[in-house]
């Protein structure tokens, strides 16, 4: 019998609070016997990691948001084919902090690339392969901004070449494009997505992602 992976995304805004419920869903999987890989996009290979320098690094380059979408693209082909796939073939629950829709939200809603270019290069890249759940943590923009400035402020002090902050440095109504993109991705695949309040507090959103993550699991044989 070939082991069943589960492939799991955490979407949404800057700040809205994916890395840290990606964080603790890991150890709870853990700790119920799960084995887990844990990744993220741009990046999760070494040389998808090298792809993710061109995107988020301040000196990483001017792209036009097509180019960016290739470059997201080209990245995720080597992530998943390298890494996911052969994970979820180990039986493996992958959790990814951020997967394509991540693109469609930033390079679609947010930068104007045509959706239906999206979804020609997702169909050629990634054939129907989806995440099995998806959760996307939606926050007010003003709050979810908030939030990632009081991590970066706290993180050592890096050369401006080193700051992932091509994105963030864009303007409020980007952010506020960004987030009604993802809301309307996820009214489009209701079955896949589970919307979540970010407003809520870290352990009301802790058991929100765990009780759906155990009755996906549950179907998952
Ligand atoms: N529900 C919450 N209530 C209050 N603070 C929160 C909540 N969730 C996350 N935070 C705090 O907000 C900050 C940002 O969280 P986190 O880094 O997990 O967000 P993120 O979605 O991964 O952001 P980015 O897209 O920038 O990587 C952290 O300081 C975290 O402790
Ligand atoms: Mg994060």
């Known amino acids: ?26 150890d709870w999987l853990e700790s ?15 040389e998808a990691e090298k792809i993710r320098d061109l995107l988020v690094k301040r000196d990483g380059g001017n792209w036009d948001g097509l ?6 693209f080209a ?8 890494l996911i796939k052969p994970a979820m073939a180990e039986g493996k629950v992958v959790i990814c902090d951020r997967f394509a829709d991540s693109t469609e939200a930033y390079q679609c809603f947010g930068h104007g690339v045509s959706t239906d270019i999206y979804a020609q290069i997702k169909t050629i890249v990634l054939g129907d392969f989806a995440p099995n759940l998806t959760f996307l943590l939606d926050v007010p923009v003003n709050i979810g901004l908030k939030r990632s400035k009081r991590v970066n402020d706290s993180t050592t002090v ?3 070449a080193e700051v992932e902050d091509r994105f963030e440095r864009l303007d409020v109504s980007f ?8 809301l309307t991705i996820a009214a489009r695949e209701t079955n896949r997505f589970k ?7 870290l352990d009301e959103i802790t058991t929100c992602i765990e009780n759906a ?7 998952n044989v």
């Open 213 to 219: 993550v155990n009755d996906r699991l549950q179907d």
């Open 175 to 182: 952010h506020e494009k960004l987030r009604q993109g993802f």
């Open 1 to 26: 019998m070939t082991a069943k992976g589960f492939f799991i995304s955490f979407e949404g805004g800057e700040g809205a609070g994916k890395t840290t419920q990606i964080k603790r869903l890991k």
């Open 75 to 82: 990245a995720r082909r080597h992530h998943v084919e390298t």
């Open 32 to 46: 119920s016997g799960h084995a887990v890989i844990l990744t993220r996009e741009p990046g999760g290979t070494p």
């Open 195 to 201: 919307v979540i309040d970010a407003l809520q507090s």
């Open 158 to 160: 890096l050369s401006d």
């Open 67 to 72: 180019t960016e979408l290739l470059l997201f």
